[in-house]
């Protein structure tokens, strides 16, 4: 009897295994097949109808650029693995949103698509971290290739748009694009060096305390170091381009250069021009 339980419990335990493994392998293969995948199949009605619902940037666009928009969304979508954190599943919004939020930062960058950072990892609200003892919001870690996101704080973001230049997607999605442009892989050293130079030296110079008349257009923390003045610099770029235009020209051309877009006029946007 109880050889015949061994049996059936090995047998079960087997079969889980196999299932899970199974399951596994597919969605490894689907991830790897993404690129593919986004340019045959058509986007789906229900993550366009999310855009054309919540994501102004979108919106617009040509509507040859909105095409190009939605297989670059689709591609980050399908190589990427969202992971929920103290909720149960992730919903369609969060996939098309935060995914839309990497896709309107690269949009000018082709063959960017910040692979190196295959898991987001999404709290619904801002976490508790044991290390800091402290509550976040989000941050980047590229030794695990995790992107993490509140998305009470993501939503808000974009909420508050052209209001505060605050816009935690934006924020943890420059990051990452920085990091990615130092990670060895198909998609290394796509910013060209003399401009990002150039838009750390323009971060020293607006962080000097003879500039702080400037200072005052991004919030203090700009200037904590280069990736900091970096990741918020491109919050205002997107989230109120025409005021930053307006109070540092020179900094503002860095980045259209950079990023090889101009959201003071979305349509300007191009794909044919590298960053160079
Ligand atoms: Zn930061």
Redesign the pocket.
């Known amino acids: 009897m109880i050889t015949f339980f061994l049996i059936t419990g090995f047998i079960t335990i087997a079969v889980i295994r196999y299932k899970r493994d199974l399951q596994d392998g597919y969605r490894v293969v689907l991830r790897s097949a993404g690129p593919f995948r986004s340019k045959i199949v058509p986007i789906s009605p229900v993550y366009r109808k999310i855009l054309v619902d919540y994501f102004p940037y979108y919106n617009a666009l040509t509507a040859s650029d909105k095409a190009r928009f939605e297989r670059k969304l689709c591609q980050i979508i399908y190589s990427k693995i969202f992971i929920p954190r103290d909720f149960d599943e992730v919903t369609d919004e969060m996939k098309v949103l935060i995914s839309a939020t990497a896709v309107q930062l690269t949009f000018g960058l082709d063959g960017v698509y910040l692979s190196h950072f295959r898991k987001i990892l999404i709290y619904p609200n801002d976490y508790y971290s044991s290390i800091t003892k402290k509550f976040h919001k989000g941050e980047v870690n590229p030794a695990f290739g995790i992107i993490v996101l509140s998305w009470h704080s993501y939503v808000m973001g974009y909420l508050n748009s052209n209001q505060d230049g605050v816009n935690l997607g934006l924020?943890?999605m420059a990051?990452a694009l920085r990091l990615e442009n130092i990670i060895r892989n198909s998609e290394y050293q796509f910013f060209n060096e003399v401009l990002l130079n150039r838009l750390d030296e323009y971060g020293m110079a607006v962080c000097e305390p003879a500039d702080y008349e400037q200072v005052k257009f991004f919030r203090p923390y700009a200037c904590a170091n280069t990736?900091?003045f970096f990741?918020v610099a491109v919050e205002n770029f997107f989230e109120r381009p025409m005021q930053l235009q307006l109070a540092m020209p020179g900094l503002y051309a860095v980045l259209c250069a950079l990023l090889n877009q101009d959201p003071a006029n979305y349509s300007s946007a191009t794909s044919k021009d590298s960053a160079a």
């Open positions: 924020h943890e990051h990736h900091e990741a």
